[in-house]
């Protein structure tokens, strides 16, 4: 029996499009103003830092800039990066500027979990931060009170599989006793590896069924079976 869910965001919570067609596009271009603006926060500065670290190069201002700019569009899973975009997302949401994007089905589905007192917990590329940011923002008001905790990259990578025997660890729970959700197939097989439940959401329109998959496949959380059955 499934006693938590551990669940992706882009593609299984919220649209692909909203990340790649409206966050992504948002933070690239204020990420010039942004890093010129708060260059000299004790927070910001240790981010360039790390900046210049992973790019081998001791990059001045404008290199960092065109550095992040360059990483936003390769979609590069760099921790810094996500931290930054969290960042240029809070004032983005605090003016009203931005909305998460949750999906109704995933959206009665997490009720429906919380009410039963299981726990569920977001692992996804993009800062904690962001993920609060994200879910505290979305159509249905602030939804952050339906999981239990948040994880990002500084776990692991998500398709690595001591991520996922890591956060089963930090959450009190064996990988068996989880259910990994995500659109990503190679993140699924990390997960299973490290002996998690899994099932592939296929979103209509975003993704599409894979033949021969070797776990479930759904197309929205209305289709994931009861968790008293996994």
Excluded: C
């Excluded at 197939?185 to 002996?195: I, R, Y």
């Amino acid at each position: 029996m499934v006693r938590a869910v551990l669940t992706d965001i882009e593609g299984t919570t919220s649209s692909i499009a909203f990340v790649k067609e409206v966050l992504f596009p948002y933070s690239k271009a204020k990420i010039p103003q942004f890093i010129k603006e708060r260059q000299e926060d004790p927070q910001v500065s240790r981010l360039i830092e790390e900046i210049r670290v992973i790019s081998g190069q001791n990059l001045d201002l404008q290199g960092v800039i065109d550095t992040l700019i360059r990483w936003v569009e390769e979609d590069r899973k760099v921790a810094p990066l996500k931290e930054i975009q969290g960042m240029i997302w809070e004032e983005g949401y605090r003016r009203g500027e931005l909305k998460g994007h949750v999906y109704e089905d995933a959206y009665e589905r997490l009720k429906e979990w919380h009410k039963k007192g299981i726990p569920v917990y977001v692992y996804s590329s993009g800062s904690v931060h962001a993920q609060r940011l994200l879910f505290s923002h979305t159509q249905f008001g602030d939804i952050t009170h339906l999981f239990s905790g948040f994880f990002d990259t500084r776990v692991g990578g998500k398709k690595i599989e001591s991520s996922y025997r890591k956060i089963a660890k930090k959450v009190g729970l064996t990988p068996e006793d989880i259910l990994f959700l995500s659109d990503n197939p190679d993140e699924l097989e990390a997960a299973h590896k490290a002996g998690m439940k899994v099932i592939r959401v296929a979103r209509e329109g975003e993704n599409e069924m894979i033949d021969g998959f070797p776990h479930p496949q759904v197309r929205s959380f209305k289709e994931i079976p009861d968790l008293e059955d996994l």
